[in-house]
T-cell receptor
């Protein structure tokens, strides 16, 4: 019940495409859903986060869609660029300090 | 955005060695964390410190021993590790637990 299931494991798109990464969870107590971006040789960095009181949040070309009833949330990258090539992790947490991460999605954007 | 520095960047050690990983944060945060990152697995939380006090030990084997002398420094002492302990060890900090995590670049550990 503490897991966050992330898919796909890897994703290849062309420049300008809209990659979509999906995550699903079981624990209805989760109330914070961040996405982290990790470039090779670097640690993860917070990209965007959402709380369950909204169904969508946009920051630049990055959008989180949240479906509370389905217990799913997804990351969309509009007009993807080669510089977006990275590994993306979804995560979830409750009122405790433990953030549960997904397994990661390696995104490659080709010119 | 950095502000969390980890040393060394790479470490190769034998199973009988003793080594330490160091993490320093210059962000004025009160919470610090150790995570383990293995290929195709979720990031695994190992330890959490808040105001220098350990608040979480996620069932980590005793061959990993953390130390937090102050809110800016965090160490992970390693002793008699196993090859399956080879991974990227990430340090992170946050203003307080549950707030945005700031990660270092990690130490890539190889146990031979």
């Amino acid at each position: 019940q503490q897991q966050v299931k992330q898919s796909p494991q890897s994703l290849i798109v062309q420049k300008g495409g809209i990659p979509i990464i999906n995550c699903a969870y079981e624990n209805t107590a989760f109330d914070y859903f961040p996405w982290y971006q990790q470039f090779p040789g670097k640690g993860p960095a917070l990209l965007i986060a959402i709380r369950p009181d909204v169904s969508e949040k946009k920051e630049g070309r990055f959008t989180i869609s949240f479906n509370k009833s389905a217990k799913q949330f997804s990351l969309h990258i509009m007009d993807s660029q080669p510089g977006d090539s990275a590994t993306y992790f979804c995560a979830a947490s409750t009122g405790t300090d433990k953030l549960i991460f997904g397994t990661g999605t390696r995104l490659q954007v080709f010119p | 955005e950095t502000g969390v520095t980890q040393t060394p960047r790479h470490l190769v050690m034998g199973m009988t060695n003793k080594k330490s990983l160091k993490c320093e944060q210059h962000l004025g945060h009160n919470a610090m964390y150790w995570y383990k990152q293995s290929a195709k697995k979720p990031l695994e939380l190992m330890f959490v410190y808040n105001f220098k006090e350990q608040t979480e030990n996620n069932s980590v084997p005793s061959r990993f021993s953390p130390e937090c002398p102050n809110s800016s420094h965090l160490f992970l002492h390693l002793h008699t590790l196993q090859p399956e302990d080879s991974a990227l060890y990430l340090c992170a900090s946050s203003p307080s637990p549950r707030e945005k995590l700031f990660f270092g670049s990690g130490t890539q550990l190889s146990v031979l």
